[in-house]
């Protein structure tokens, strides 16, 4: 399973982050998949953000669920994180992620990383 990040490197206080997750080697609704979005800011640990399975149910983290939203196009095989209002405590690397483990993917040990996109916050 490979996955590739991409997205705007340089997004404005306020603003809306759309990322896009493009997975290859396998299909985004094969049973026990969970799709994952992970984030490390500068300096600090990964930061789990949310995760769409299988079946489309989507979980966020509690302290980023009422901005952000994790979505997937079966026809194109992606998954996409949108996070509004950004703030500059938002710039980080942000990784998609999967495992058929969501604890797995909680605990940051998904088997299946993308190479990471840089995001900063800034005016």
């Known amino acids: 399973v490979q996955l590739q990040e991409s997205g705007p490197g340089l997004v404005k206080p306020s603003q809306t982050l759309s990322l896009t997750c493009t997975v290859s080697?396998?299909?985004?609704?094969?049973?026990?998949?969970?799709w994952s979005w992970i984030r490390q800011p500068p300096g600090k640990g990964l930061e789990w953000i949310g995760y769409i399975g299988y079946s489309g149910s989507t979980y966020y983290s509690p302290s980023l669920k009422s901005r952000t939203s994790i979505s997937r196009d079966n026809a194109k095989n992606t998954v996409s994180l949108q996070m509004d209002v950004l703030k500059p405590e938002d710039t980080a690397d942000y990784y998609c992620a999967a495992d058929r483990s969501y604890q797995h993917i909680l605990a940051g040990r998904a088997d299946y990383w993308g190479q990471g996109t840089q995001v900063t916050v800034s005016s």
């Open positions: 080697g396998a299909s985004i609704t094969t049973k026990y998949y969970y």
